[in-house]
């Protein structure tokens, strides 16, 4: 497609639950990013894949977080054991390296109840 | 490692007036840096991107930017705004290399234009 797509767009899920959240990027983009907005809250770096690169994960909050990427493609983001402070917007973005610059999907929106 | 600093969260200011909106970064080495708006209810667009080159930058909606990398800055600038720039702004920054280029967000500044 021409922009990146995340599904579901929205998720409700019991506490205690997994959840798998899913981006397609942009066909092309080496570069994927995930991210985490908590309401009324700046963006919070989760995860970053850069083409064959080893992952940048240093910002999942904890082991019950994990993403992958296969290739240059679609990404998941899984979520484990979910708690209630994991309910927030979770926002997936694709770049070409050499541009920078960083398109986002409309994100999921968890809540954990 | 990078990061950002959005020295306000919340900028009000009356319709037609020109508004200024804080960034300030910490990196070790070169950067990319970026703009980025929110509006209500809806997802995050590039409003414009500073890569190499002028250091003045120019984006949409009558946006600019100017990158001081002395001052180690990049201050979004509008002469005067409209209601419908009221949202959500971020200023964003990246490294061009390798696992380094992961995209480093402030904690954004609420614009809130006023009739």
């Known amino acids: 497609g021409a922009g990146v797509s995340q599904s579901p767009s929205n998720k409700v899920t019991e506490k205690g639950k997994d959840v798998e959240l899913r981006c397609d990027p942009i066909?092309?983009?080496?570069?994927l990013y995930w991210y985490r907005q908590r309401l009324g809250q700046g963006l919070e770096f989760l995860i970053y894949?850069?083409?064959?690169?080893?992952?940048?994960k240093s910002g999942l909050p904890s082991d019950r977080f994990s993403a992958e990427r296969t290739g240059e493609s679609v990404s998941t983001l899984t979520i484990q054991r979910t708690q209630q402070e994991d309910s927030a917007v979770y926002l997936c973005?694709?770049?070409?390296?050499?541009?920078?610059?960083?398109?986002f999907g409309q994100g999921t929106r968890l809540t954990v109840v | 490692a990078q990061s950002v600093t959005q020295l306000d969260s919340q900028v009000p200011v009356f319709e037609e007036a020109p508004v200024e909106l804080r960034c300030n970064y910490s990196?070790?080495?070169?950067?990319?840096l970026f703009w980025y708006v929110q509006y209500p209810n809806q997802g995050l667009q590039l409003l414009l991107k500073?890569?190499?080159?002028?250091?003045l930058v120019k984006g949409i909606n009558g946006f600019e930017a100017e990158f001081n990398k002395s001052q180690t800055s990049f201050h979004l600038r509008k002469p005067s705004v409209h209601i419908s720039d009221t949202a959500e702004y971020f200023c964003?920054?990246?490294?061009?290399?390798?696992?380094?280029?992961?995209?480093?967000f402030g904690q954004g500044t609420t614009l809130q234009v006023k009739p």
């Open positions: 964003a920054v990246s490294a061009p290399s390798g696992n380094t280029g992961k995209l480093i």
């Open positions: 973005a694709s770049s070409l390296e050499s541009q920078g610059e960083a398109f």
């Open positions: 894949f850069q083409g064959n690169s080893a992952p940048d």
């Open positions: 500073y890569l190499s080159g002028s250091t």
């Open positions: 066909s092309g983009h080496t570069a």
């Open positions: 990196s070790s080495v070169s950067v990319y």
